[in-house]
């Protein structure tokens, strides 16, 4: 089964799906709205804004690392995970960004990643090819055969609820034994610290709360004003990329706690006894001093803009650096890695840009930053 096979069978899926999300629930795009102007505020006062969350994180008793690079990012990790072997991974496009897993893998830890479509990635030893989900490009026959040989136990011409029986088996135990868990944000309240992640699977609830030690890895543009706001993003998300209403939607701040004797507030009950928060820079910071870039940071990762792009789809999903593919891939592969290559190959079609939950011009940030690539003499992919 080819890569196009299986991004058109998502199209089939997915396109129709926001659509019918939008009309029943026409609240979304308010939200969606005024969603936008909270994140421009962030993205004006950037710094400002990662000063309170540390502060936040801080008074939460979690303890918070600001890190400017990967290689810092990874060393942050690295020194909190200390001799800890078994770590879990809920799935972390930041993560993914600063090569976190192979990253510790290199060092002998036994790492898993716990969604379905990274753990088909992780099986495959292939990038991601959607920001939310990362094995669009793979066909059910593909994954009940990396299943199959890499953990048996599978009948010929299984079902798709035979193979994710199948991983959910084999995870179980993974979950249950591990030492770290380690997930990205969906969105992080400046005022309370509190990460929200949003999930349908489980395994993120798994991920924070059974391991000692969660770490939650995120960039900057992540942070939002206020709690409200934060939860506002998971639902705006989550609607525009088809999966509405969530499953899941996980509030954390801080360590696990309990107040049942006295009233009196203690940490840790049940769940971790440690919580880290890492804010990542990596090019972020500049961007949003950058008139002609800023607005890129507004992209909240629901993933729309992909399955809406010619481009997209005649590359068959490989267009951009990953993990940042598609449209919003084109402009952060830019911003995080300083590769302009691929806003080479926009068409300006504009369908990124209609489709939008943050009415982010994607075909004009793409037009700047093609135009500084020919300017600095960068050749076409």
């Given at each position: 089964m080819t890569w196009e096979i299986a991004i058109n069978r998502t199209i089939r899926n997915n396109v129709p799906r926001v659509y019918n999300v939008l009309e029943r629930h026409p609240y979304i795009k308010d939200l969606a709205l005024e969603l936008r102007k909270a994140k421009l505020d962030v993205i004006n006062n950037l710094e400002k804004y990662v000063e309170e969350t540390v502060e936040s994180v801080k008074r939460i008793g979690g303890i918070p690392h600001v890190v400017s690079d990967s290689h810092e990012a990874r060393e942050v990790v690295t020194?909190?995970?200390?001799?800890?072997?078994?770590?879990?991974?809920?799935?972390?496009?930041?993560?993914?960004?600063?090569?976190?897993?192979?990253?510790?893998?290199?060092?002998?830890?036994?790492?898993?990643?716990?969604?379905?479509?990274?753990?088909?990635?992780?099986?495959?030893?292939?990038?991601?090819?959607?920001?939310?989900?990362?094995?669009?490009?793979?066909?059910?026959?593909?994954?009940?055969?990396?299943?199959?040989?890499?953990?048996?136990?599978?009948?010929?011409?299984?079902?798709?609820?035979?193979?994710?029986?199948?991983?959910?088996?084999?995870?179980?135990?993974?979950?249950?034994?591990?030492?770290?868990?380690?997930?990205?944000?969906?969105a992080i309240s400046a005022d309370t610290g509190s990460v929200i992640l949003v999930e349908n699977e489980g395994n993120i609830r798994f991920t924070t709360v059974s391991p000692s030690v969660h770490i939650a890895i995120a960039g900057f543009e992540k942070i939002v004003p206020t709690l409200p706001y934060a939860m506002m993003e998971a639902?705006?998300?989550?609607?525009?990329?088809?999966?509405?209403?969530?499953?899941?939607?996980?509030?954390?701040?801080?360590?696990?706690?309990?107040?049942?004797?006295?009233?009196?507030?203690?940490?840790?009950?049940?769940?971790?006894?440690?919580?880290h928060l890492i804010l990542l820079d990596n090019g972020r910071v500049k961007a949003s001093k950058d008139s002609e870039l800023s607005e890129a940071l507004l992209c909240i990762r629901c993933g729309r803009c992909h399955l809406h792009c010619p481009v997209y789809r005649v590359l068959d999903g490989k267009w951009g650096t990953p993990p940042y593919s598609g449209p919003m891939g084109a402009m952060w592969s830019y911003i995080v890695y300083g590769n302009a290559n691929h806003s080479l190959l926009c068409t300006h079609s504009g369908g990124c840009k209609e489709v939008c939950p943050m009415k982010i011009n994607i075909p004009k940030v793409l037009e700047r930053i093609k135009s500084r690539a020919w300017m600095q003499g960068k050749e076409v992919l």
């Open positions: 020194k909190i995970i200390g001799e800890r072997k078994r770590i879990i991974m809920g799935k972390s496009m930041v993560a993914y960004e600063i090569g976190l897993r192979e990253h510790l893998k290199r060092l002998g830890k036994d790492v898993w990643e716990t969604d379905l479509g990274e753990f088909l990635i992780q099986l495959a030893n292939e990038p991601p090819s959607h920001i939310i989900a990362p094995a669009v490009h793979m066909s059910k026959e593909r994954a009940e055969e990396l299943v199959r040989e890499a953990l048996g136990g599978l009948s010929e011409d299984a079902t798709h609820e035979q193979i994710v029986a199948r991983v959910r088996e084999f995870l179980r135990d993974k979950f249950i034994n591990a030492e770290v868990g380690i997930t990205g944000a969906n639902l705006v998300q989550a609607a525009y990329a088809g999966l509405y209403p969530p499953t899941y939607v996980n509030l954390t701040s801080g360590p696990s706690s309990t107040g049942d004797i006295e009233m009196k507030r203690v940490s840790p009950a049940h769940g971790p006894k440690e919580f």
